[in-house]
C-alpha cells in the first residue's frame, strides 16, 4: 500500500529564515510526486509535480526536489504569506492507483514577521 | 480560466439523511476525483471517473456514491448520513494520470 509521512507536522519560522519540509514515501511505482498548499477553509493549490529521482522544480521562493525515497520542498527566505499547510502526495503506476492520489498529513508553516 | 466549482460550499445535515455533492471541472478535464478531508485523517481517495465509468474507488462504505455525466460533471451522494461524514468534501479534476490534478474549494458538510 502506498504511503506518504511528512515532517515536521509543524515549523514556525522567522521571516527570512529559510528551510525544508520533508516527504517520505513508499509507492510500488512512482508516476509522479505532488506538492501543494493549503490555505484555512480552501482547496489545496497546485505548487509542483516531480516525476523521477534528480528532478528539481522551482517558483518563487519555493524548490522542490526529488530522490527515490523522499521529497523535500526547500523554502528560501520566506515571507508571512508563505504561511499555510504544504501537503506531499503520490501518484502510482498501475491499473486504477493511476488515477488516484495517496496524501500525506501535511506540514503547518507559519511565519511570523 | 475558470476553475473546478464545487457547489453547495456549506451545508448542515441530520443524521440518517442523505447529501448530494456537485463539481464541475474545469472545461476540457475527463477525470474527475473525490475526497475526503479531516484533521484526523487528512485527505482520502474516495473515487475517480473518466468519461463517466469509476475506475478507481477508495476504502469507503457504500453509502458514498458518485457518478459523471457526459459533460464531465460529477456528483457525490452520501446516504444515511453519520455524524463521521462530517467533512470537506473536495473534487479534483485533470486531463489525466500524470497531469496536474487541480482542485476546487471544497463542499463543508456537517452533520448534527
Known amino acids: 500500500e502506498d504511503q506518504v509521512t511528512q515532517s515536521p507536522e509543524a515549523l514556525r519560522l522567522q521571516e527570512g529564515e529559510s528551510s525544508s519540509l520533508n516527504c517520505s514515501y513508499t509507492?510500488?511505482?512512482?508516476?509522479?510526486l505532488f506538492w501543494y498548499r493549503q490555505d484555512p477553509g480552501k482547496g489545496p493549490e497546485f505548487l509542483f509535480t516531480?516525476?523521477?529521482a534528480g528532478e528539481e522544480k522551482e517558483k518563487e521562493r519555493l524548490k522542490a526536489t526529488l530522490t527515490k525515497k523522499e521529497s523535500f520542498l526547500h523554502i528560501t527566505a520566506p515571507k508571512p504569506e508563505d504561511s499555510a499547510t504544504y501537503l506531499c502526495?503520490?501518484?502510482?503506476?498501475?491499473?486504477?492507483?493511476?488515477?488516484?492520489?495517496?496524501f500525506g498529513k501535511g506540514t503547518l508553516l507559519t511565519v511570523n514577521p | 480560466k475558470a476553475g473546478v466549482t464545487q457547489t453547495p460550499r456549506y451545508l448542515i445535515k441530520t443524521r440518517g439523511q442523505q447529501v448530494t455533492l456537485s463539481c464541475s471541472p474545469i472545461s476540457g478535464h475527463r477525470s474527475v476525483s473525490w475526497y475526503q478531508q479531516t484533521p484526523g485523517q487528512g485527505l482520502q481517495f474516495l473515487f475517480e471517473?473518466?468519461?463517466?465509468?469509476?475506475?478507481n474507488k477508495g476504502n469507503f462504505p457504500g453509502r458514498f456514491s458518485g457518478r459523471q455525466f457526459s459533460n464531465s460533471r460529477s456528483e457525490m451522494n452520501v446516504s444515511t448520513l453519520e455524524l463521521g461524514d462530517s467533512a470537506l468534501y473536495l473534487c479534483a479534476s485533470s486531463t489525466g494520470a500524470g497531469n496536474t490534478i487541480y482542485f476546487g474549494e471544497g463542499s463543508w458538510l456537517t452533520v448534527v
Open positions: 509507492v510500488s511505482g512512482l508516476r509522479g
Open positions: 502526495a503520490v501518484q502510482a503506476l498501475g491499473g486504477g492507483s493511476n488515477y488516484k492520489l495517496t
Open positions: 471517473y473518466f468519461s463517466e465509468t469509476q475506475r
Open positions: 516531480l516525476y523521477s
